[in-house]
């Protein structure tokens, strides 16, 4: 699931950076990244789930702003989608663990950039890829 892709990979661009030292140059890059899915049009075509994630992937590398290499992979994490699987797979997972029939009313929101959050009842999970980057730019600063 892309969520937990999303966590490894923040976590892996974490300690890259902190390792080589390049929190600040990692800093800038998630800063171009969130730029360009802060375009609500370029959100909407990156996070639709009508068009094939290769075709996005693609997008994000021959874009003209030629993100370096970590960039670009970056981007094209975030651009993964929930596929139908997955859905199944959280449907039948939340069903169990809550003891009840789940049946998923699935909303796409280009600000979350990707991942999910789960809300039922008075709960929310939230394993969104926005929230992820909200938290590993919080850590990127702080050292």
Known sequence: MATAAARRYAKAVFELARDEGSVAEWAHRLHRVSELLAD???AAVLTNPTIPVTQR???IAAAPHQFDDETTNLARLLIESLERD???RVERELSRRLNKEVSLDVVVDPRVIGGLRLQYGDRVVDATVAT????LRRRLAAT
């Open 40 to 42: 609500a049009e370029v």
């Open 57 to 59: 992937e693609a997008l």
């Open 86 to 88: 997955d859905r199944d």
């Open 132 to 135: 992820r980057l909200q938290q």
